[in-house]
């Protein structure tokens, strides 16, 4: 399965409304076989921050994929720094207030961190599946 590809697809289908915790998670929980629907609650509140602005969705997906695919606490840690050194920021608030300064459209921003972040899941993990 490409990873990055079914990420992309589904953060595009407009109804059901796929989040950016959503979409990154999805794609990993299914190829380790889990239930799509069950993966689609278990993100739903992580989406805008935690739904206050907080952590981005992108990388609270991300944090539940690296569990998936049984990475260890530094691997944790450093999907977080190379998301904030590739993103500029780990919380949704500062990211999309970022995107604004640049002119960017928040649909385009948030595409941008749900396939960076499913990127440097693959690459600190060292599995490219397609």
Same mark, same amino acid.
């Given at each position: 399965? @490409? =990873? &990055?590809?079914?990420?992309? !697809? ?11 915790? #959503?979409?990154? =998670?999805?794609?990993?929980?299914? !190829?380790?076989? &889990? @239930? ?6 278990? $993100?739903? #509140?992580? *989406? ?17 994929? &690296?569990? &998936?695919? *049984? ?8 999907? #977080?720094?190379?998301? +904030? !050194?590739?993103?500029?920021? =780990?919380?949704? $608030?500062? =990211?999309?207030?970022?995107? +604004? !300064?640049?002119?960017?459209?928040? +649909? ?23």
């Amino acid at each position: 399965m @490409d =990873l &990055l590809k079914r990420a992309e !697809e589904l953060h595009h289908i407009p109804e059901p409304h796929y989040n950016c915790a #959503q979409a990154t =998670l999805i794609p990993f929980a299914e !190829e380790q076989g &889990l @239930d799509h629907q069950t993966m689609y609650r278990l $993100a739903a #509140q992580f *989406g805008s921050g935690m739904r206050r602005g907080s952590v981005c969705g992108a990388v609270t997906g991300g944090l539940m994929a &690296l569990g &998936l695919r *049984g990475a260890d606490s530094h691997t944790a840690a450093e999907f #977080q720094r190379l998301f +904030k !050194e590739r993103t500029g920021a =780990l919380d949704c $608030a500062q =990211l999309l207030q970022n995107a +604004k !300064e640049r002119g960017e459209e928040r +649909k385009t921003h948030c595409d941008r961190m749900v396939l960076t972040a499913v990127a440097l899941l693959e690459e600190l993990t060292g599995e490219k599946k397609n």
